[in-house]
């Protein structure tokens, strides 16, 4: 496939980014993140795509098997492709609190905390820290990561840290772990001041022109801005073609569809919104993908709500 | 067929649609019934143009069907309220702020939310009740948790491990009234869970998962509606016939492998809003509605 011509999306170009991807489960997350990093690294930067999706769609999508070690993609030169587990990093995740716990604490505390560790809250913190390992690594030019961590976790990696480290030093831990949190929290903060920086990363929804699918998007990117996290993409997915609207059925809901579209920008504001228009086969290989990346992050005008 | 149907899937595959047509159906066929939300974004009043409030009302195109916003998010302020109000003058201020944070999060919501389920599950004049949304495995999980958490917080407070959860005897649910509940939930006569899932691969696993994780708590009474199904005769056009021939992959693989009935419903051209379109839609839903008294 050719080069494509035409004016790369912005939010895409420049150098060191953080590319997230958060949306509802199903909506097309994975397969716009893969899209977005293969074309991050046809653009001639190094680029790491993560997954946190067991399954490892990103390898159906990519055909090429995808690991826990980022390994080299075949066929798009400078892309690398890993998986995060959320299960394994969830047992590694409670093992490593409850060990220190034991340290500290007498055994019917670190039994009700390994209870109240069984929250899906705990799976979202634990994949965040390893997220955390990659989003701050310089190794890697551009990461897509294709979730992104909520407004609650990013309050939570925020908060009760600080207190932790308090509480170590007064009552009950070691100078080392007092150490050992401040390097914890200091890492934090680096992580939340490069999330909180649009020059440095993106943060994108992808969405159906739907009320209810833009209406839960609506209310998670303004829980984001209440921590200083500024969406800045908006994809909207499985846009009907106009074209191939010609049954009565598929011309009614393509007019549907497109009352909902001019209102996306006024509902996200300061994002740039993009479309990606429904493909007639799933999006499987790397041509597929390109012409989707073409589609979404190059041939449309900035804040386009049109042009499909 | 069962008093209480929860309906359970992702936002924005139609369960609103569905477990409102299907409230419409049940009173059509002559049931006392009522239908139940707890999304904060609720959108019945908009699919029934009348008002909704917190309180049961009559849905004055429906005769027989009574409608209920829940508002889990204010469920679960009174709940953190509670469990917060024996610690203030005991934590400094700062740290309240941490637990109150902690406990402002997804699963508190949702636990607030099933314990007004529970409410509406154990009283209330009605034939039929039904649910638009449904307590996930992981919520029910939760619940069957040990109790007695309060007296703890504090100490929890001053882990690393960050929860989200609170202590669960705060709820105005006692054990007893939640193991109830939970009964309930398994017994085939008296709970039917709704899966409503999108006829594509990724939708597949996700549901079968969601369905796994019930059954391994003993709710076992599940049936599943494949919604937004491409009718043959609008796949005229290569590219929806294309994609008609993908749905029909996922479908087949929703229907050997979910474990109850499992049945289509159309993709239909207009969005589900009125007292008509849930009619229209409500004929494909396949209950033993009519076996009225």
């Not at chain 1, 980014?17 to 293969?38: C, E, H, Y």
């Not at chain 1, 390994?114 to 990461?143: G, H, K, M, Q, W």
């Not at chain 2, 029910?140 to 007695?148: C, D």
């Not at chain 2, 009125?274 to 839903?285: A, P, Q, S």
Request: glycine share 8%; charged share 25%; with cysteine.
């Amino acid at each position: 496939m050719s080069t494509p011509s035409g004016d790369r999306s912005p939010l895409l170009g420049g150098t060191g980014r953080r590319i997230f991807f958060a949306g509802k489960g199903g909506v097309g997350k994975t397969t716009l993140a893969v899209a977005a990093a293969v074309d991050a690294a046809s653009g001639g930067r190094r680029t790491l795509l993560l997954t946190t999706d067991p399954a490892a769609h990103i390898g159906a999508v990519l055909e090429c098997r995808v690991g826990d070690e980022p390994a080299p993609v075949p066929g798009v030169d400078g892309l690398w492709a890993a998986r995060i587990d959320p299960r394994h990093e969830t047992e590694r995740y409670k093992e490593q609190v409850l060990a220190d716990a034991r340290e500290r604490y007498a055994p019917d505390t670190v039994q009700r905390m390994a209870e109240e560790l069984n929250s899906p809250c705990t799976e979202e913190i634990a994949v965040f820290r390893r997220f955390l390992t990659y989003l701050l690594s310089d190794a890697y030019p551009v990461v897509v990561f294709d979730t992104a961590p909520t407004g609650h976790t990013l309050r939570l990696l925020e908060l009760p840290l600080s207190y932790s480290e308090q509480l170590a030093v007064k009552a009950h831990g070691s100078e080392e772990s007092a150490a050992v949190d401040r390097q914890e929290a200091a890492r934090f903060q680096q992580a939340l001041a490069l999330l909180r920086d649009p020059s440095r990363t993106v943060f994108s929804f992808v969405v159906y022109p739907e009320a209810t699918p833009l209406a839960e998007a609506e209310r998670a990117a303004a829980d984001l801005r209440g921590i200083g996290l500024q969406t800045t993409l908006v994809v909207v997915n499985q846009v009907l073609p106009e074209a191939v609207c010609v049954h009565p059925l598929f011309r009614k809901r393509f007019e549907m569809q497109q009352r909902y579209l001019p209102e996306i920008a006024d509902r996200f504001p300061g994002a740039d919104v993009r479309i990606a228009p429904l493909q007639e086969r799933d999006v499987v290989g790397l041509d597929a993908v390109r012409r989707l990346a073409e589609a979404v992050f190059w041939r449309q005008p900035a804040a386009s709500g049109a042009g499909v | 067929m069962a008093r209480h149907l929860f309906f359970s899937g992702k936002g924005g595959v139609g369960k609103t649609s569905l477990a409102s047509a299907t409230a419409v159906r049940l009173a059509d066929a002559g049931w006392r019934t009522l239908l139940v939300t707890t999304d904060p974004a609720s959108n019945l009043a908009d699919v029934f143009e009348q008002q909704i409030g917190a309180r049961p009302r009559p849905i004055g195109a429906v005769p027989g069907l009574d409608a209920q916003e829940l508002d889990a998010e204010a469920a679960a302020r009174t709940y953190r309220e509670k469990a917060l109000a024996p610690l203030r003058g005991l934590l400094p201020e700062e740290m309240l702020r941490t637990v109150e944070e902690q406990m402002s999060g997804p699963c508190t919501v949702e636990i607030a939310g099933f314990d007004e389920f529970v409410a509406c599950m154990l009283d209330g004049p009605h034939d039929r009740v039904v649910f638009d949304t449904a307590p996930t495995g992981h919520t029910l999980r939760l619940l069957g948790l040990p109790a007695a958490w309060s007296e703890h917080i504090e100490d929890s407070a001053h882990g690393s491990g960050q929860t989200c959860i609170g202590p669960v005897d705060q709820l105005q649910t006692s054990k007893e009234q939640y193991d109830e509940a939970l009964r309930r939930l398994r017994d085939r006569e008296d709970t039917l869970f709704v899966f409503v899932s999108q006829p594509e691969r990724t939708a597949v696993q996700e549901t079968l998962r969601a369905s796994q994780e019930l059954a391994a708590l003993g709710i076992c009474n599940q049936r599943l509606y494949i919604n937004g199904v491409i009718p043959e005769e609008a796949a005229a056009h290569p590219f929806f016939r294309s994609r008609r021939d993908m749905q029909r992959g996922a479908i087949a693989e929703l229907v050997a492998r979910f474990p109850g009935e499992a049945d289509e419903v159309p993709l239909l051209e207009e969005e589900v809003k009125g007292v008509r379109m849930l009619r229209e839609l409500g004929k494909w839903v396949s209950f033993d509605v009519h076996a009225v008294r």
